[in-house]
């Protein structure tokens, strides 16, 4: 359902919008290193952050948790999941965006969405890991700090 209601027609947008931007927008030649960089970077920043809050809450609210229980998850899942994943979906856009034509790369994205819903899943319900506490304490030592 998630991708069904989000990734399907939003991707289907953010993927001709972000590669007609760069090319026309900013002018810059198709397939270049600076072209793949640059969508791959807005991609990270943009879409990848955007991506984990709405599954996030997806998954809360259709297993039907109070928006209070809701918003604990999220701040509780939000920035691990967002680190490792981090250090993935670069990778997998980097190869996407310089040699996967643009009419067929939500269908790649998509494959691997599979992969990463199973994971967000997962760490969905490991609900207070110790790594997650840990992750907790590095945003708790940073509120400490300032």
């Given at each position: 359902?998630?991708g069904?209601?989000?990734?399907g027609?939003?991707g289907?947008?953010?993927y001709q919008g972000?590669?007609?931007f ?9 397939k270049?290193v600076r072209?793949v960089?640059t969508?791959?970077?807005v991609?990270?920043i943009?879409f990848?952050?955007?991506?984990l809050?709405v599954?996030?809450?997806?998954m809360?609210?259709?297993?039907g948790?109070?928006v209070e229980?809701?918003?604990?998850d ?6 691990p ?8 979906w670069?990778?997998l856009q980097?190869?996407?965006?310089r040699?996967v034509?643009l009419?067929y790369?939500l269908?790649?994205v998509n494959?691997f969405?599979?992969?990463d819903?199973?994971?967000?899943s997962?760490i969905?319900q490991?609900?207070d890991?110790?790594w ?15």
């Amino acid at each position: 359902m998630f991708g069904l209601a989000f990734v399907g027609p939003v991707g289907h947008f953010w993927y001709q919008g972000l590669d007609r931007f760069i090319k026309q927008g900013l002018k810059m030649p198709p397939k270049s290193v600076r072209f793949v960089a640059t969508k791959v970077a807005v991609d990270g920043i943009i879409f990848g952050p955007l991506d984990l809050f709405v599954f996030f809450t997806y998954m809360g609210f259709s297993t039907g948790k109070s928006v209070e229980q809701v918003k604990e998850d999220v701040k509780r899942d939000f920035l691990p999941a967002l680190v490792l994943e981090g250090g993935v979906w670069p990778l997998l856009q980097v190869a996407n965006f310089r040699f996967v034509p643009l009419q067929y790369q939500l269908l790649y994205v998509n494959t691997f969405c599979l992969i990463d819903s199973a994971f967000l899943s997962w760490i969905d319900q490991q609900e207070d890991a110790a790594w997650k506490k840990w992750f907790k304490s590095l945003l708790t030592f940073e509120k400490k700090e300032q």
